[in-house]
């Protein structure tokens, strides 16, 4: 029982450790997978959005800054889409005034936007190329820095994860140690109680042998004594008148005259005397 309680006890700690090492892989190692890879995409957005005002400061481009209109609606469609899912599997690390800067530092962006392409199609694209390169630019670049400091985070949290892991795996395999040695000195004090109770009970069972051949004994010899005592007694008395009886019988028979009934009679009678003193002995 005590071997048992210790392997139950033992079983029910991995188990635990075992679905705290699971949970911690799956709600922080996977989620922060999933967090890089979804400011990956905003970095990658960010980085479009960059090369696309590049081509629109280019002199030698032949369009005007309104054709460019399309690809930024493209593009804020997928990076909307990107801090959404991005914030769904964001980690508890990632500050509210993180989020906060990043999500007012967007939209103060997507408004600078629509003004210049409400000056580029009032027809003031030289302004409007102005704003891309004084405001617009500028915003682009901190979002960039933000998102690259999120993503240093996100390796830094990588890290100690892999380190928590690290020592949850120590953990156990301490405990693992631990219980392999309780449970060897839990079999050895029990084997020694089995031991110690075995010998006790065969000593037992040897003093019950003993103390019963002496009984058998004892009995046995009651028995042949009382018999030896039964055999003086009736050799004593029963013998001892049946040969006075007999002898009697002879003395009659001597006196009888010869010939006559009265001394065959005696002699039968002698003779089942003897008989009987012959059976008693």
């Known amino acids: 029982m005590i071997t048992l309680a210790t392997v139950v006890t033992?079983?029910?700690?991995?188990?635990?450790?075992?679905?705290?090492?699971?949970?911690?892989?799956?709600?922080l190692t996977d989620r922060n997978r999933r967090d890089s890879l979804q400011l990956l995409r905003i970095q990658n957005d960010l980085n479009q959005l960059a090369l696309a005002m590049r081509d629109m400061l280019d002199a030698s481009e032949p369009y005007p800054l309104t054709?460019?209109?399309?690809?930024?609606?493209?593009?804020?469609?997928?990076?909307?889409?990107?801090?959404?899912?991005?914030?769904?599997?964001?980690?508890?690390?990632?500050?509210?005034?993180?989020?906060?800067?990043?999500?007012t530092s967007l939209s103060q962006f997507?408004?600078?936007?629509?003004?210049?392409?409400?000056?580029?199609?009032?027809?003031n694209e030289a302004e409007a190329r102005t704003q891309i390169q004084l405001s617009l630019q500028a915003r682009q670049a901190a979002l960039s820095t933000a998102v690259a400091r999120l993503l240093v985070?996100?390796?830094?949290?990588?890290?100690?994860?892999?380190?928590?892991?690290?020592?949850?795996?120590?953990?156990?395999?301490?405990?693992?140690?631990?219980?392999?040695?309780?449970?060897?000195?839990?079999?050895?004090?029990?084997?020694l109680y089995l031991i110690r109770s075995n010998r006790q009970l065969f000593a037992r069972l040897g003093s019950l042998s003993d103390e019963r051949r002496e009984l058998a004994q004892t009995?046995?010899?009651?028995?042949?004594?009382?018999?030896?005592?039964?055999?003086?007694?009736?050799?004593?008395?029963?013998?001892?008148i049946?040969?006075?009886?007999?002898?009697?019988?002879?003395?009659?028979?001597?006196?009888?005259?010869?010939?006559?009934?009265?001394?065959?009679?005696?002699?039968?009678?002698?003779?089942?005397?003897?008989t009987?003193?012959?059976n008693v002995r």
């Open 219 to 240: 009995l046995i010899e009651t028995r042949e004594s009382t018999l030896r005592e039964i055999s003086r007694e009736l050799h004593d008395e029963f013998g001892q």
């Open 276 to 278: 009987a003193l012959d």
């Open 10 to 27: 033992y079983s029910w700690y991995i188990s635990g450790q075992i679905s705290g090492l699971r949970r911690l892989q799956t709600d």
């Open 110 to 123: 997507w408004n600078a936007v629509e003004r210049i392409f409400e000056l580029a199609r009032s027809g």
């Open 67 to 103: 054709a460019w209109s399309a690809q930024f609606d493209r593009i804020r469609l997928d990076l909307d889409d990107a801090l959404k899912q991005q914030g769904e599997v964001a980690l508890a690390r990632q500050t509210p005034e993180q989020r906060e800067y990043l999500a």
């Open 242 to 274: 049946l040969t006075a009886i007999g002898s009697m019988l002879g003395r009659a028979g001597k006196h009888a005259p010869e010939g006559s009934s009265l001394r065959s009679d005696l002699r039968e009678i002698g003779e089942v005397a003897q």
């Open 153 to 191: 985070q996100n390796n830094e949290a990588e890290e100690q994860t892999a380190q928590q892991v690290q020592e949850i795996y120590q953990r156990v395999q301490r405990q693992g140690y631990w219980f392999l040695a309780a449970t060897l000195a839990a079999i050895v004090a029990t084997s």
